[in-house]
């Protein structure tokens, strides 16, 4: 069974930092490209990060680049996102997930307020 567990996230001030992680199953991990996305209250899923199955290429929503890291442990079956100087536009509902595999997690929700 496919699964993927999003967690890391929080209430975090303007300009703060998280790393969310995801944790995966299911599937061979190693061989897979990731994905990080996200959804917005009112709004609708929107890619943020993508890495490559060897981890040697990633690319980035321009909403993001700067300030977001997508990175993955292939032998702990899990990515990861590293974003910094947060803005309150980026709160959000984060999902990891594999291009045309299984269903989307829980999400882990990510809200930047002072």
């Known amino acids: 069974q496919v699964q993927f567990v999003e967690s890391g996230g929080g209430l975090v001030q303007p300009g703060g930092s998280l790393r969310l992680s995801c944790a995966t199953s299911?599937?061979?991990?190693?061989?897979?490209?990731m994905r990080w996305y996200r959804q917005a209250p009112g709004k609708e899923r929107e890619f943020v990060a993508h890495?490559?199955?060897?981890?040697?290429?990633?690319n980035y929503a321009d909403s993001v680049k700067g300030r977001f890291t997508i990175a993955r442990d292939n032998g702990k079956n899990t990515v990861y996102l590293h974003i910094d100087s947060l803005k309150p536009e980026d709160t959000a509902v984060y999902y990891c997930?594999?291009?045309?595999?299984?269903?989307w997690g829980q999400g882990t929700q990510v809200t930047v307020s002072s």
């Open positions: 299911g599937f061979t991990f190693s061989r897979t490209a």
């Open positions: 997930k594999a291009i045309g595999i299984g269903d």
């Open positions: 890495i490559t199955s060897t981890g040697q290429i990633t």
